[in-house]
């Protein structure tokens, strides 16, 4: 039997990857669960794992190549490799089931070993592990399979790194990871060809601070709320109210989108990721946190999955916990606009009497793609949004 491996379709809106790197040569014996190679997107690094067991016949497509979704990219003895991963008409059995790997962050991969002998590991993991002496063998894996993830590696290493000075007053330098190029190169790309503007407000946002408090009360053990779950859903809210800007450039045109989806900038280990969050204007303030909170877990698990990351026309990206006033962001490619959301500041304000009243406030930067967006219809979403983070019993239902 002879099937042929293709370039998968990680998904919805792929239609091409680059073969980063190879984890197996011609006449390896691998087994299921084993990396074959690695695919590189726009979005993300992916990990393709073998499904069965075989022998590697052919490459076809060598690493730093492009080809399109359903290229052969190499050939093998085992059964044909499908194309998308997530809409398998037949799934295999559970055993066989591959599942991407977290998203890598290494420039290159370790070199393949025996199949009789190879322990389940990342690329990153094996090179990590070889920069610092460590053994797999040794080594506890938290994935799939007891697999060897960079995470793994890194928590034995720590004591390792921790223990050896570095010289004083010496400058360093080292090679950016795949995933920071892959960011550096989409920002790039954000600033050269998005025509920015920029708005910004304050929200009074002191009913808001009592309002959370009251439900966190309530709510006793259970799932507590955050600043940033009443702003996902003041977004979503505001943007549904304006369907008109709930729209995207696509290809010369403007796209608009059935669902309000906002992102959500989640700071991990390994970089900034921006799942987004699904149909949100509808949904309750406790959906919402959950759903944040779901998406910010598997974000800082490496657990993220392409298509979880795309769509949408805005993101939230929050610095007020990092105590910065004001964040003007970079739009994420793709999207119309982005939120940047600062810390909580008191200030104060004249009641009706002209006395000095002590508010708190929330500062509010909103860049906007000028292709779809002008400054009035810019202003009057992030005024709208103000509204409603200023009486937040509308968003929380009460």
């Known amino acids: 039997m002879s099937g042929e491996i293709v370039m998968p379709k990680l998904g919805l809106t792929m239609e091409e990857g680059m073969v980063s790197d190879w984890n197996v040569q ?24 073998a499904r ?55 420039a290159a991969s370790a070199p393949s070993e025996p199949a009789s002998t190879r322990i389940v590991a990342s690329p990153s993991a094996r090179r990590k592990a070889k920069q610092l002496g460590l053994d797999l063998a040794s080594i506890t894996g938290s994935g799939p399979r007891g697999r060897v993830t960079l995470a793994d590696v890194e928590a034995v290493a720590a004591p390792v790194e921790a223990a050896t ?16 190029k892959i960011v550096a190169r989409r920002l790039v790309q954000s600033k050269q060809t998005i025509p920015h503007f920029y708005v910004q407000a304050s929200a009074d946002v002191t009913a808001l601070l009592e309002h959370r408090t009251q439900l966190n009360s309530a709510a006793g053990d259970g799932q507590r709320l955050t600043i940033n779950d009443f702003v996902l ?49 509808k949904a309750e303030l406790r959906d919402v946190a959950a759903a944040a909170r779901q998406a910010a877990a598997k974000a800082r698990a490496g657990q993220l999955q392409p298509d979880e990351m795309e769509g949408g026309t805005i993101s939230i990206s929050n610095v007020g916990m ?18 940047g959301v600062g810390a909580i500041q008191p200030v104060f304000r004249p009641d009706e009497h002209d006395a000095p009243v002590l508010r708190r406030e929330l500062a509010l930067a909103m860049a906007c793609d000028h292709r779809v967006y002008d400054g009035v219809r810019a202003a009057r979403l992030l005024d709208h949004l103000c509204e409603l983070l200023t009486d937040p019993a509308r968003l929380a239902g009460a």
């Open 26 to 49: 011609v006449g390896s014996q691998v087994k299921v669960g084993d990396v074959l190679f690695s695919v590189e997107t726009e979005k993300i690094v992916t990990d393709i794992e």
């Open 52 to 106: 069965a067991e075989g022998a590697i016949t052919s490459i076809e497509v060598p690493a730093g190549e492009t080809v399109a979704v359903g290229a052969v990219v190499a050939t093998w003895s085992g059964p044909s490799m499908a194309l998308d991963y997530a809409t398998e008409d037949t799934p295999p059995a559970s055993d066989e089931q591959a599942t991407p790997a977290a998203p890598r962050d290494d």
């Open 322 to 339: 990092a105590g910065a006033v004001t964040l003007i962001p970079i739009i994420n490619p793709g999207q119309s606009a982005i939120l």
């Open 165 to 180: 000075p570095q010289p004083p007053d010496e400058r360093s330098s080292r090679s950016a990871t795949r995933f920071e």
């Open 233 to 281: 859903l003041a977004t979503a809210r505001a943007l549904a109210s304006m369907p008109e800007l709930n729209v995207v450039w696509e290809e010369e045109q403007i796209v608009s989108l059935p669902t309000v989806d906002v992102g959500m900038a989640v700071d991990t280990e390994r970089g900034l990721f921006v799942p987004v969050l699904r149909d949100l204007a």
